[in-house]
């Protein structure tokens, strides 16, 4: 059973910062690639960060410079360091682990509200 467990989120304000944590209850290896994805009120669920097995990362544009995604191998953990927040980073994060298509997982989000 793969279990993809996200914590850190919380209430920042404008311009601070948050670190999000993915912890999979499987080898981080066996997917092609983890990332973070968010989802706001009445939105679509979009890509913010990726890391593939390789280690290559790929940002939406709206983050580039402002969130790193990272991993700890032996922890079987990812990160998504999260700084100079703005309003419109208010989300539900999730993080995802991808086989191939359609195989993947989602952990259960974790909310990110900035406030202005």
């Known amino acids: 059973q793969v279990q993809l467990v996200e914590s850190g989120g919380g209430l920042v304000q404008t311009g601070g910062s948050l670190r999000l944590s993915c912890a999979a209850s499987i080898n981080i290896f066996s997917f092609n690639a983890m990332g973070w994805y968010r989802q706001a009120p009445g939105k679509q669920r979009e890509l913010v960060a990726s890391m593939a097995r390789s280690g290559s990362t790929n940002y939406a544009d709206s983050v580039k410079g402002r969130f790193t995604i990272s991993r700890d191998n032996p922890k079987n953990t990812v990160y998504l360091q999260m700084n100079s927040l703005k309003p419109e980073d208010t989300a539900v994060y999730y993080c995802?682990?991808?086989?191939?298509?359609?195989?993947?997982?989602w952990g259960q989000g974790t909310q990110v509200t900035v406030s202005s």
């Open positions: 995802n682990g991808l086989f191939q298509r359609p195989l993947e997982y």
